[in-house]
């Protein structure tokens, strides 16, 4: 009888080990699955950013060009467009500075909570004899 109740110790001892080691594993993947869900939604975003900026500079700085492109809705100097992955593209004319031959545009993209996921901002040269643009981000 003796022997017995010392082998049922030890198997409720290893079963408490097996399950906390599983809970702690299950901690982990959970963990594992949202990190890998921010990076997919953030690669998302700075794609879906960075072809709004190209396209942008290739209109010649038009908002209005780039949203038609774009197939993203107009209305007052803002567009916005579906980006995937439950995010929202924002552009917005940001225009010109005096002495600058160049139009810019911000581009932000933000989750349903309203958060900005990734931003950057196009600009794009169309003073007389420019033809080209640049493109910065952060």
Known sequence: MRRSGLFLIELVI?????A?????????FAAAKLFSDRARRLDTAVAAAQNAAELYKNSGGSLAQTAGLLG???????ATLDAGDGLTLVMADA???DDNPATYCEIKVIDPE?????????????GAGYSSATVGGS
């Open 14 to 18: 290893v079963i408490l080990f097996f």
């Open 20 to 28: 906390v080691s599983c809970t702690i594993c299950v901690r982990i």
């Open 72 to 78: 993203a809705e107009l209305s007052g100097g803002t």
């Open 95 to 97: 225009g010109t500075a």
């Open 114 to 126: 309203g958060e900005t996921v990734f931003g950057i901002t196009a600009a794009a040269l169309t």
